[in-house]
C-alpha cells in the first residue's frame, strides 16, 4: 500500500510599522512541507536579484537599478528525529546526491525553530470572543497594551480537521483544545495623528503566521524525491532506511 503524501504551506505575512523610517512595510514569508511518513521535505523559494549599475558623467554610481528577478527552489528532505538532511535544488535534484545540513539550524532559519515557536504557548487567559462555524474555533483576546504600536488583539484559530498533521504551532495548545492551532494573528489598530506622531496616521495592520492545506500537486515529483532522498541517506550513511517506498 503506498504511503499518503500531505502538503501544506506556512506563511508569516502582515505590515508593521517602522518607528526609525515612520513607514509601513511588508513583511512575507512562505514555504511548503511535505509530509509522508516519518519523513519531510521543506520546498523553500530562493530569491534572487540581478542589478545594473547607473553611472554620471564622472563615472560614479548614483542609482541601482533591478534588472532582473529568479526565483529557484531548494527542496530540504528530513527524517524524523535525527538532526542531519539532504539538501537538493528541486529542478537539478535527479543528478545531486544531496548536501548534508543540520535541520535545527533549518527550523531556526524558516523561523519554526523551537524558540520561534515558544511564543504560540503563552497564556493570554481568557478569550474575550468564541466564534465557532463547523470544525473551525476562532478565539480573541484584547491585550493591555504597553506603548501605542503594540497589538490591540491577538487571534487564534483552530481546526479539528487538520489534527493529522505533523506540524504544531503549540502542542500545548493542540492538546488543550483538541485542535490544531493553524493560525496566530496580531491586529494593531489605526493609531491617529498626534499620538505617536503630530503629522502622521498609522493605518491598521495585522501580522499572521498560519498553516493551510493544500490540493496535492506534484506528487510524482515528491515520491521521487522522497526516495531519493532514502537512498541517498542510506549510501552516505546518515541513517539507514530498510525498506523503501
Known amino acids: 500500500m503506498e504511503s499518503k503524501i500531505t502538503i501544506v504551506e506556512f ?3 502582515g505590515q508593521a510599522f517602522s518607528l526609525d523610517t515612520k513607514s509601513i512595510y511588508n513583511i512575507g514569508n512562505s514555504f ?7 519523513c519531510k521535505l521543506y520546498i523553500v523559494p530562493q530569491i534572487e536579484q540581478y542589478t545594473k549599475p547607473a553611472f554620471d558623467v564622472n563615472g560614479k554610481i548614483i542609482d541601482v537599478k533591478i534588472v532582473k528577478i529568479d526565483t529557484s527552489y531548494m527542496v530540504f528532505a528530513t527524517k524524523d528525529n535525527n538532526n542531519i538532511g539532504l539538501q537538493y535544488t528541486l529542478n537539478k535534484f535527479r ?3 544531496g ?5 535545527d539550524s533549518l527550523l531556526n532559519d524558516l523561523l519554526i525553530g523551537p524558540n520561534n515557536l515558544k511564543y504560540f504557548d503563552y497564556e493570554l487567559g481568557r478569550p474575550a470572543t468564541v466564534v465557532r462555524k463547523n470544525k473551525i474555533r476562532i478565539e480573541k483576546y484584547p491585550i493591555t497594551k504597553i506603548s501605542p504600536a503594540d ?3 491577538i487571534c487564534r484559530y483552530y481546526d479539528k480537521s487538520l489534527m493529522e498533521i505533523d506540524f504544531s504551532f503549540s502542542k500545548k495548545l493542540d492538546a488543550k483544545t483538541n485542535s490544531k492551532l493553524y493560525k496566530k494573528s496580531f491586529i494593531c489598530n489605526a493609531i491617529p495623528k498626534g499620538v505617536l506622531y503630530p503629522d502622521i496616521e498609522v493605518p491598521r495592520r495585522e501580522l499572521y503566521n498560519e498553516i493551510i492545506r493544500v490540493k496535492e500537486k506534484n506528487l ?4 521521487e524525491i522522497f526516495l531519493k532522498f532514502k537512498k541517498d541517506a542510506t549510501a552516505l550513511k546518515i541513517y539507514n532506511f530498510t525498506q523503501f517506498f
Do not use: G
Not at 511548503?32 to 516519518?38: G, K, L, P, V
Not at 548536501?99 to 535541520?103: E, K, L, M, T
Not at 510524482?220 to 515520491?223: E, F, H, I
Open 32 to 38: 511548503e512541507i511535505i509530509f509522508q511518513q516519518d
Open 151 to 153: 497589538s490591540d488583539t
Open 95 to 97: 543528478t545531486e546526491k
Open 99 to 103: 548536501i548534508s545540513f543540520p535541520v
Open 11 to 13: 506563511n508569516s505575512h
Open 220 to 223: 510524482d515529483v515528491y515520491k
